[in-house]
């Protein structure tokens, strides 16, 4: 089934991609229940918290730096703004920027609009976000709220885009329409690929858009080095160059739990080849992704000379960083593809990874090829991982693992999963610039920063003395998967 890029709402990834938020058992296990046609979502009957669709669309459309984005919404939804315009702010100054707030506006939906509507309200807000700040596109994103009462928002985006003469674009993220927040992601790239993106004038042979978050700029020296030019897309874009986001060679993607709608999309579409491999993280996925890219645009020969001498330069340094985490133990927590990534690296490191909790799974993306499958690549490069859990951030079932397997290391790439570690005592590496850790040197980076950590042993420990854990022996005692019910035909599937 392809992308309707002529539907208003994108499909979620529970119907599209058959995605799950609940298992327990090996990546292995896992990756062959799909292709037994037996993955199955295990239910929790007990759960801490979720994270929102509706954030996952914000963090990509917030950074477009000439839109604006209104929260179509109560004033609590809107509670994570800051953390947008931080984010926003501090990549403006990393990329010598002119520094500007995010333009985030909430339409402040109250009991009375859950009554009468909130479609006058939505209208009034559009007109006064266009008056200003002059944007060059709305985005409108919609909330539990407006969907219950059933605003018609596609209609008042169609309106105002008509009397405006700017596209306003509805974004489907209301957060109870999927268990999967990353659904948030789509329904951002759905609202782009309706309303922004034009058809190809010119082709750009040497333009690469990379589909990424916020992370560092790494792409602007390796692509220089095959003749390339990456085109990041979402964060720090504006609304002329996602217009022309169909003339570009090719589509790749740092994580394909970002990127598939997107790059998949770009290519049913625009013709835009999309770079199919495991995302560039560790030495084989890195290998295959550069060696898919120089294939989809022509660069074979490049690129193998690229791929040489990375590999001759990280050479020395690699196998000391190996001596020194030889058998380390690690845990990971992470997004779906990322922390398959992290496994991948880890492994790579020659780091025993212990287990994981990762927050969700997508059995397959959007573009159906299995030479995009991240856990597929990984468990086949560096064998089956125990103790994998598709675990949407329960800390719950988190503090009971970790304090059963003790690991030497947790890696997370989420704040509110990182703090645990400490006060379990267990030295902790939370990194949020996902381009740190890519490629070749994304290694040496790593190695590096984990032996840092690493020396912070006594000082954890210290911590995990002054603290004290919401959670009682009773529940430690208990398997972590008490509240994870069983699937369609027993545990897993
Ligand atoms: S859209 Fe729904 S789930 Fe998301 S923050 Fe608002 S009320 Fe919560």
Not at 287 to 311: H, P
Request: hydrophobic content about 35%; glycine content about 10%.
């Amino acid at each position: 089934m392809g992308i309707d890029i002529k539907s208003p709402e994108v499909e979620v990834r529970e119907s599209r991609l058959g995605s799950i938020t609940g298992f327990a058992g090996t990546a292995g296990e896992l990756c062959d229940s799909y292709k037994k046609g037996k993955l199955c979502d295990r239910r929790r009957s007990f759960s801490q918290c979720l994270g929102c669709s509706s954030g996952n669309a914000l963090c990509q459309l917030a950074m477009i730096q000439d839109a604006v984005v209104i929260n179509h919404a109560p004033i609590g939804c809107c509670a994570d703004f800051q953390d947008y315009n931080f984010t926003n702010r501090v990549g403006q100054r990393r990329r010598n920027m002119p520094l500007k707030n995010a333009r985030l506006l909430n339409t402040n939906l109250q009991e009375k609009d859950m009554i009468y509507g909130g479609v006058f309200k939505l209208e009034k807000t559009v007109r006064e976000a266009y008056k200003r700040f002059n944007p060059k596109a709305i985005f409108v994103t919609a909330s539990c709220a407006s969907g219950i009462i059933g605003d018609d928002v596609e209609g008042v985006t169609d309106k105002l885009q008509e009397e405006l003469g700017i596209p306003v674009a509805y974004v489907s993220c209301e957060g109870f329409r999927s268990r999967i927040w990353t659904t948030g992601f789509d329904a951002a790239y759905h609202a782009i690929l309706r309303k922004i993106v034009k058809p190809p004038v010119e082709k750009k042979s040497d333009v690469v858009n990379v589909i990424n978050f916020w992370g560092s700029d790494i792409f602007t020296d390796l692509f220089g080095r095959i003749g390339l030019k990456p085109n990041y897309i979402v964060p720090f874009s504006n609304i002329e160059k996602l217009e022309r986001i169909s003339e570009s060679a090719a589509t790749v993607q740092v994580c394909p739990t970002l990127g598939t709608y997107l790059a998949a999309g770009l290519e049913q579409e625009y013709g835009v080849a999309e770079v199919k491999s495991p995302p560039p993280y560790g030495i084989t996925g890195t290998d295959m992704w550069f060696r898919e890219l120089g294939k989809a645009v022509g660069r074979e020969s490049e690129v193998e000379e690229l791929i040489k001498s990375e590999k001759h330069r990280i050479a020395p340094k690699l196998e000391r960083l190996r001596e020194k985490l030889e058998g380390k133990r690690v845990y990971v927590t992470a997004g779906a593809a990322h922390g398959h990534s992290l496994i991948a690296l880890l492994r790579d490191l020659h780091m025993e990874v212990v287990g994981a909790a990762i927050f969700h799974h997508d059995p397959c993306y959007d573009d159906r090829n299995p030479e995009s499958d991240s856990l597929g690549h990984v468990v086949r490069n560096y064998g089956d991982i125990e103790n994998y859990d598709v675990c949407n951030k329960q800390p719950f079932e988190l503090v009971n693992i970790l304090n059963r397997l003790k690991p030497d290391l947790l890696v997370a790439r989420h704040g509110g999963m990182s703090s645990w570690g400490p006060k379990l005592g267990i030295p902790t590496f939370l990194m949020g610039d996902e381009q740190f850790g890519l490629g070749y040197g994304g290694l040496i980076n790593y190695g590096n920063k984990i032996i840092d950590v690493l020396a912070t042993k006594e000082f954890v420990k210290n911590i995990a003395c002054h603290c004290e854990l919401p959670y009682t022996d009773w529940w430690l005692k208990q398997d972590p998967c008490t509240f994870l019910g069983g699937g369609c035909n027993g545990k897993n599937d």
